[in-house]
């Protein structure tokens, strides 16, 4: 038995795959992400998945053999600014590394925001210039030592920042990887001056280039604390309740890594993401294709990846953000488009704008009724009856969704509740559709030539509309969309479902329910189908819903769908709305 965890920055996603009659059975768990204590979030996930196949969590703890951890506190640390204090020791004379930075000013930037000069900057500094401190020594490209180290210099430079209240250390020295003597060395002094604080080494990654792999030292230095620390508490919290196995976490190269084996930070930052696009290639291949575009709606982010040739692609230049990495990076390109969020309006032009900043699961989004009032992507799909519910997680609140879009978009632009939502989603899925042309389009692939996944909490509710905009045929829907990312943090055969099978498919397939959504401009009754009660080869029109354990799958009119023996719902968008 395997279970696989993925911790997004709204929510925490869990699946079990075992053994089952007839093959691999796999069950799913989705709870809220718990800021400032993941685990808790993710111990949530895993017993809620325990709960659907009548486990204990303790029982079904004693009986895994791995777990998968795909993780987001270094990744969501960076872009908050709250890594750890660190200061950064490196040969004397090339202090300068960083803040001139071997990159061009619009690197990292949106093709928006590298149009407007006024946002073009050298990447910013993860630590201030007297964090920066050089020390006489030099070894040169062949590995031999030119000037010896001076260790009275390497001691005063630790004292220093010590003193400065720093708790991590990235050191890169020049031409470390050819020999590390010295950088071995001054982690010894750290251990003796500083214990306890937390080093980060150059020569432990394995290419030449001076800035790319000091930032990528100083990114190691700046999260990992963090990390180790959250980490730490998983795995002592998973012991307690029973697990015996071995834990691994995800990496972004696409690799795992056991939780006490030589666990480098920086190569987590990106993990969920990559799972997500590692179980996509593993799908495409087993549909029979070999080029698809991945996309994954979550919380807080829309993220895309390219498989071509049956292979998900690695970044030529990685980057997290506006920093440059020096490690294997399996390429996911994001934006901050995601269910949670938010919709404003630009006080400048006076335009409807979603995200970048998003009400993440603290408060969420209006309809949560968790304590957040301004509206959100999630809020403008319940106003327009898209969504009534996240499966068994939460119930969501209509009036309070519409209340929070009437106020800060429909007055503002004169649009009534439905219109001001549908505005909201259409921006929304532009963005997207503008993403994908990124990753397509620009790099010479005509998205029409590629099949489309749709996998997150939130894509199987808008993947039809981005779809049509960039001109793709044909999106699947995985069995397991939700959970997606957890299931490739597994690392395991990609299970089958156990669908309620029909006995003769081209019946009428059975419905639900109905619910009043907006289409082309007005409210209509849909027919809302249990989506694990349809029998493969079940074909169905839009407009209507499809109802999962914790997803929902929207079509619009002109939309069809067929589910094929797998569970997986193959989708066929009609015309852009």
């Known amino acids: 038995m395997r279970i696989g965890i993925d911790t997004g920055g709204t929510f925490t996603d869990a699946v079990v795959v075992s053994p089952g009659p007839g093959g691999v059975r796999l069950a799913m768990g989705k709870a809220l992400s718990t800021p400032g204590d993941l685990t808790a979030g993710a111990l949530a996930a895993v017993e809620a998945a325990a709960a659907e196949i009548d486990q204990p969590l303790a029982d079904l703890l004693g009986r895994a053999e791995s777990i998968g951890y795909a993780t987001t506190v270094g990744l969501n640390a960076l872009l908050t600014g709250t890594g750890a204090p660190i200061g950064l020791i490196t040969t004397e004379g090339f202090e300068s590394t960083l803040p001139v930075a071997r990159a061009a000013k619009v690197a990292g ?49 630790i004292k220093a920042l010590r003193d400065d209240g720093m708790t991590s250390y990235a050191v890169s020295l020049l031409w470390s990887v050819a020999d590390p003597r010295h950088e071995v060395r001054i982690a010894e002094l750290i251990a003796q001056i500083h214990p306890g604080a937390h080093v980060s080494l150059s020569s432990a990654v394995p290419r030449i280039g001076e800035y790319e792999r000091t930032m990528t030292t100083v990114l190691d230095a700046s999260t990992a604390p963090l990390v180790a620390e959250e980490i730490r508490t998983l795995a002592h919290a998973l012991a307690e309740r029973g697990f015996a196995g071995h834990l691994h976490v995800m990496q972004s190269s696409g690799s795992t890594c056991d939780a006490d084996g030589g666990l480098r930070a920086v190569e987590t930052l990106g993990s969920g993401p990559v799972a997500g696009l590692l179980a996509s290639a593993e799908l495409v291949q087993q549909l029979g294709r070999s080029e698809a575009i991945a996309t994954d709606v979550g919380g807080t982010s829309f993220d895309v990846g390219l498989i071509t040739g049956g292979e998900a692609t690695m970044a030529t230049r990685p980057m997290i953000g506006r920093w440059a990495l020096a490690h294997p990076v399996v390429e996911v390109v994001s934006i901050g488009t995601g269910g949670g969020s938010l919709a404003w309006i630009d006080p400048v032009l006076g335009s409807l704008r979603v995200g970048p900043q998003s009400a993440g699961a603290q408060p969420g989004p209006a309809c949560y009724r968790r304590g957040g009032t301004a509206p959100t992507l999630t809020d403008a799909a319940v106003t327009l009856g898209y969504l009534s519910e996240l499966g068994q997680v939460l119930e969501l609140d209509r009036s309070a969704a519409e209340r929070a879009l009437k106020d800060a978009v429909a007055a503002p632009l004169g649009l009534s509740g439905p219109e001001a939502a549908d505005a909201v989603v259409g921006v929304a899925c532009s963005q997207m559709a503008d993403l ?32 049509a905009e960039v001109g793709v045929a044909e999106v699947v829907v995985p069995s397991a969309a939700s959970v997606f990312s957890a299931l490739g943090a597994a690392r395991g055969e990609r299970p089958a479902p156990e669908p309620a099978v029909l006995d003769d498919s081209t019946s009428e397939p059975p419905t639900i329910g109905r619910r009043d959504a907006w289409f082309d401009r007005k409210f209509t009754s849909c027919r809302v189908y249990d989506g694990l009660g349809l029998a493969p080869g079940t074909l169905l029109e839009g407009p209507a819903f499809i109802d999962h354990p914790s997803t929902t799958i929207v079509l619009r009119p002109g939309d069809r769908a067929e589910v094929d023996a797998e569970g997986h719902t193959h989708m066929f968008p009609g015309p852009p709305s």
Not at 115 to 128: G, Q
Not at 453 to 467: K, M
């Open 109 to 157: 930037l949106s093709p928006a925001e590298a149009t407007e000069a006024v946002c073009w900057a050298k990447p910013p500094l993860l630590l201030s210039r007297r964090r920066i401190v050089g020390v006489p020594e030099r070894i040169d490209a062949h590995g031999d030592v030119v000037r010896p180290l001076e260790e009275a210099a390497a001691v005063a430079a």
């Open 436 to 467: 994908i042309r990124r990753v397509t389009v620009q790099r010479g692939h005509d998205p029409a030539g590629f099949t489309m996944l749709a996998y997150g909490g939130a894509a199987p509710q808008y993947a039809t509309r981005y779809a």
